[in-house]
């Protein structure tokens, strides 16, 4: 635990759901209605440093996460990613998992998936 990162002081009560080692929460600035974050409970910066354990509880969150989406915004696919290190768009140095809901028409032309998302978001 790091005294001054957002994700490891992140209030309690606005936990979505969680696991043994990860919780998951909505993006702060989401690009799509439903965006969530999946976070590990242990302070690390990225995936690579994740143990096994980690990395199966992460995924067992993902599933978790897809479900509820599914049920509560009812959307048409998903987008899953993670940023690692500042040139490839990190800003927290806390691995964090973005699972971003992606709705039928919500871009003009949805190829490429993530890389063109901002620049053809259609309002939501």
Known sequence: MKKDCVFCNYPRRKIIMENEMAFAIYDKYP???GH??????????DIFSATPEEVLDLHQLTEKARDYLLEKYNPDGFNFGINIGEVAGQTIFHLHIHIIPRYLGDVKNPRGGIRNFKENIVDY
């Open 31 to 33: 690009v799509n209605q």
């Open 36 to 45: 969530m974050l999946l976070i590990p409970k242990r302070h690390f910066p």
